[in-house]
């Protein structure tokens, strides 16, 4: 795969949501190397999420002699950005909106070999929402996935996410794009953990003594002083979602997974819009700024709603002080 534009002519008017399965390193970064420079020739902005190594090869590629980077192009460590995939939504709005007259490239590599299970679900459910999330955007998007390394699974999910693929040298559609099939998949109910700590919270007089509760639990586990105030910052804004827009309680409860700590709320809402929460709302929409910032927060946010109610997963580092 060398030499040529890297993409054919396509319609530019809205959103072109493409992947890349690819076989080596250098496929790889060859391709991504051509998608960049054609956009910055054409005078498009172009946003590459990256991992550390890939990004470092591409900046010797395109910075100047002084090392630096054309203003038109962001390079961003995706381990950092696209740790929560939940999150990842709102860059890729934000970077559109900075550039209101321009259309915009985006490269990712949000589903990296070696995730766990748990976040490349979240992945796979961002790819499906990403085509709403953007649609009618001028922006052309390009995630890469590492076909030797990627089970089949996640291979297969890629093709039901991108309307179209890049293959043998151009755009094709992909005659197994299903999105809202995958949609429908990602959300799985989410285990309760049995040795979990609970606290109920029945109406707004519960958030203070529930914060306590959140602060108290989050030292016990060894985290740290920065890493508690984000605990209940997330508990209390989970919380506070529930009393707004449901007629019942909500169910908090806390534990350790590994080297994370989970925070967990269960009520009896419907989470009708799957998109709440991973844009950025702007100063007008402050109704959804609480899970905004619950995914602003999270390592990884799990979600699953039903007719019946609504339990949501936030997995935040444990982060030991240094004096542990």
């Given amino acids: ?44 902005a172009v946003l590459v999420a990256m991992r550390g190594d890939e990004l470092a090869e591409l900046c010797d590629a395109f910075g100047d002699s ?8 962001r390079m961003a460590d995706v381990a950092e950005v696209g740790r929560n995939p ?30 766990r299970g748990d976040e490349l679900v979240s992945c796979v459910e961002h790819e499906a929402l990403a085509n709403a999330a953007l649609d009618g955007y001028p922006a052309t998007k390009l995630c890469l996935y590492d076909e030797t390394r990627l089970n089949d699974q996640i291979l297969a999910d890629a093709r039901a996410t991108h309307p179209v693929l890049w293959a043998g040298g151009g755009l094709h559609p992909s005659a197994e794009y299903a999105p809202d099939a995958v949609l429908d998949r ?27 509760f959140a602060v108290d639990y989050g030292g016990w586990a060894g985290m740290s002083e920065d890493a508690i105030d984000d605990l209940q910052l997330v508990a209390t804004e989970l919380a506070t979602n529930s009393l707004m827009y449901t007629d019942g309680a909500c169910r908090l409860a806390f534990w350790r997974q590994d080297e994370h700590l989970v925070c967990e709320a269960r ?38 709603t039903t007719s019946a109610g609504t339990t949501i997963q936030a997995y935040l580092r444990i982060d030991p002080s240094p004096d542990d």
């Avoid at 939940?86 to 985006?106: C, K, L, M, Q, Y």
């Avoid at 959300?187 to 919270?201: D, I, K």
């Fill in 86 to 115: 939940s999150r990842f939504t709102a860059t890729e709005g934000s970077f559109v909106d900075e550039h209101p007259d321009r259309r915009v490239r985006i490269v990712s590599q949000l589903a990296w070999p070696g995730r």
């Fill in 186 to 212: 990602c959300n799985q109910p989410l285990e309760a953990n049995p040795g979990a700590a609970t606290y109920l919270v029945k109406e707004s007089a519960d958030l203070r003594p529930a914060r306590s």
């Fill in 66 to 73: 002084g090392g630096g980077l054309p203003p038109e192009l």
């Fill in 1 to 44: 795969m060398s030499g040529g534009a890297p993409f054919p002519a396509t319609d530019q008017s809205g959103f072109v949501h493409s992947v890349l399965f690819y076989r080596s390193r250098h496929e790889c970064l060859d391709l991504v190397r051509r998608f960049v420079a054609d956009g910055l020739a054409g005078d498009e």
């Fill in 267 to 304: 009520d009896t809402g419907r989470l009708d819009d799957p998109l709440v929460g991973r844009l950025d709302p702007g100063p007008a929409g402050a109704a959804s700024r609480g899970l905004y910032l619950v995914n602003a927060i999270s390592d990884l946010v799990r979600t699953h």
